[in-house]
């Protein structure tokens, strides 16, 4: 087993030669390695932090922030072995089929492919985060022992389903540094260094290919890492800072040609109480407000519109989870009142939940990353995030919780308030997925992406962005499991690649 | 084998008396918070009684201020689809047909919505 090299002792100056450099050792790039550890591809992992948080690293990643209000760039990613899975709640949830379609009333959608093409890798992926058996929307049929899920009859909203990420010796989920790292050391032709930051992606003079990485610790040691391939896997925050600071050779950056690195910045809103459903009988399966755990498999309950919803009336994705309970004011003792007497239903036993959820935001080239012009520690030129959320975005779910309410009053189940409706509404309630993507997005296109879609960027022959900074679109689940499955795609091309 | 004890018809009628009365107390009991609500009174009544508690609507009717009161052609309607459905079924198809109103937030039918309105006039 070998042991993972602290960058800070490599002789100064050296350059280290490989078949594939792993720019970052989050879930992608572990996952890469992993995927890759039974070839005869000579690897080299190069991981900015070590096994543990340090205040120095993380520095590396402040920037600032304008417009709409967002996350401190420090504070909404981990630096060091595991990356941002060192803070994730564990939420799985695949891609859904409408999420990689070009949609006429969504400008700048569509995927090189459908979702076909990850789909033979959720297995291995659903492994990688354990997150126990593939089960999603086949969850009514897991749980029924425990409940039957609201009959919501026909419509736009369904329940469907969430899993967790779980490791074996704790309720936590899965942190891929921690549970990994033997596995990395486990494999014979990987180098896996800490304390390395790569601090340029040098171009060879035509700028066709990558030649060499230059590395700095933050001791003030320098070597270079010269591979025939290297893949970025550092979050989309920093795989569009070290394209776009990477300006020796092409001015506007590596892959810029065409000024899209860094645009089409995204993460997903998650507004708490956004809504409040009523039950009129009372009555609510424990799973949609818990986790609840069944064969090996942690699921909960989720709403969420269906394909055909949002193609026919134009919708964005959003998942919506029941909360806690809470008591209702006045108005709201008399609208439940009201409507179940109306719908010759009884409501004297009712009871209200707040809900929270989940939006995808329709892709925005100017929610945007570009260079300041402070530095950090290793010179890197610190990232601005111009951050912009149209109302529309916010409309569009709107229009999801109307159709369940409509549902429920059909179904003489219950009913639905919307909670927040102004911008101010919207803002007094908001919160962050953390779920960075975009900024290196993905198009057969090179006008329309920077990475065509193999993930190859345009133009660098040897050049491979991992991760979910890849997404043209963003969909409602949570990336984790979609950027480990494509991943795991991008390493079988590697494989054909290396052949 | 012993004689069958004879009961009285005048016990009989007592004892049936007895249970009609406890029914009537308790349906009294039952009822009494529906018995004592307000009526609906003037030009829209017909249509207000229709809901169980014309108050409550009326809490839900003054979070509509904003919707004008509906028009006499449209109560006309509604009291010609009340002709042939019953109350709870018109109000479940306004929803399966997504006709629908908001109260501060709240997702209502809008005939519903429209008796609230009307309710919170009568009040």
Same mark, same amino acid.
């Given at each position: 087993m070998s042991a993972f090299i /602290? !960058?800070?002792? &490599? !002789? !100064? @100056?050296s350059i280290i030669e490989t078949d594939l450099a792993i720019i970052g050792g989050g879930p992608a790039g572990i996952s890469l390695a992993l995927a890759l550890a039974g070839s005869p591809i000579k690897m080299v992992l190069l991981e900015s932090g070590a096994m543990n948080f340090d205040g120095r690293t993380q520095a590396l990643y402040a920037g600032a922030e304008s417009g709409f209000p967002y996350l401190k760039l420090e504070g909404s990613r981990l630096r060091y072995l595991g990356g941002s899975t060192n803070h994730w709640g564990g939420w799985c949830r695949p891609l859904n089929g409408i999420d990689f379609e070009a949609r006429d009333w969504l400008p700048h959608s569509g995927w090189p492919f459908g979702r076909a093409e990850i789909e033979p890798y959720f297995k291995r992926a659903q492994s990688l985060v354990e997150a @126990? *058996?593939?089960v999603y929307d086949r969850g009514s049929d897991w749980t029924k022992e425990i409940g039957a899920p609201l009959d919501l009859g026909d419509g736009g909203v369904y329940t469907s389903w969430f899993q967790f990420s779980k490791t074996r010796t704790s +309720?936590?989920?899965?942190?891929f540094g921690r549970r990994y790292a033997d596995d990395l050391r486990r494999i014979a032709h990987l180098s896996p260094y800490v304390h390395a930051n790569v601090t340029g992606l040098r171009l060879a003079p035509d700028a066709t290919s990558l030649d060499h990485l230059d590395v700095a610790t933050l001791t003030g040691n320098t070597f270079t890492v010269k591979p025939r391939i290297t893949v970025l896997a550092t979050g989309a925050m920093e795989n569009a800072r070290l394209l776009l600071a990477s #300006? /020796? &050779?092409?001015p506007r950056g590596v892959g810029n040609a065409d000024d899209l690195v860094g645009r089409f910045f995204a993460d997903h809103p998650i507004p708490r109480d956004s809504a409040t459903l009523v039950v009129f009988d009372g009555r609510l399966a424990s799973f949609y407000p818990n986790n609840t755990t069944i064969r090996g498999a942690i699921l909960r309950a989720t709403f969420s519109p269906s394909e055909d919803y949002q193609r026919r009336h134009s919708v964005l994705g959003s998942l919506t989870t029941v909360e806690n309970e809470v008591t209702l004011d006045e108005l709201g003792r008399a609208a439940v009142a009201t409507a179940a007497g109306a719908l010759g239903v009884d409501g004297s036993s009712a009871k209200a939940f707040s809900m929270g959820c989940g939006i995808e935001l329709a892709p925005d080239p100017d929610r945007r990353l570009t260079l300041g012009s402070e530095r950090d520690a290793l010179g890197m030129p610190r990232l601005r995030l111009a951050m912009h959320v149209a109302d529309s975005n916010f409309a569009h779910y709107r229009e999801t919780m109307k159709e369940l309410g409509r549902q429920l009053l059909a179904a003489r189940l219950g009913m639905v308030r919307l909670n927040q409706k102004t911008h101010a509404d919207w803002l007094s309630v908001m919160d962050w997925g953390n779920h960075h993507m975009g900024t290196t997005r993905m198009s057969a296109d090179p006008r329309k992406g920077v990475v065509d879609a193999n993930s190859q &960027?345009?133009?660098? @022959? #040897?050049l491979f962005v991992a991760g %979910? %900074?890849? +997404? *043209?679109t963003y969909g409602a689940s949570n990336p984790t499991l979609n950027l480990v499955a494509l991943t795991l795609r991008l390493a079988a091309h590697l494989r054909k690649v290396f052949a | 084998m012993s004689p069958t004890p004879k009961i009285s018809r005048r016990a009989v009628t007592l004892a049936g008396l007895g249970v009609a009365a406890a029914a009537a107390i308790g349906g009294i009991v039952l009822e009494a918070p529906r018995l004592l609500r307000r009526r609906a009174r003037g030009q829209y009544a017909d249509l207000v009684n229709r809901l169980n508690d014309p108050d409550q609507a009326a809490v839900v009717g003054r979070a509509l201020q904003s919707h004008a009161v509906p028009a006499k052609e449209d109560l006309d309607a509604l009291r010609a689809a009340l002709a042939k459905k019953p109350f709870t079924d018109v109000i479940a198809a306004d929803a399966a047909e997504g006709n629908l109103l908001e109260a501060d937030g709240w997702i209502l039918p809008a005939t519903l919505a429209a008796l609230c309105i009307l309710a919170a006039q009568s009040a």
């Open positions: /602290d !960058a800070r002792t &490599v !002789a !100064a @100056g @126990g *058996p593939l +309720f936590l989920p899965t942190h #300006n /020796d &050779v092409a &960027v345009h133009g660098v @022959g #040897n %979910s %900074s890849v +997404f *043209p | -």
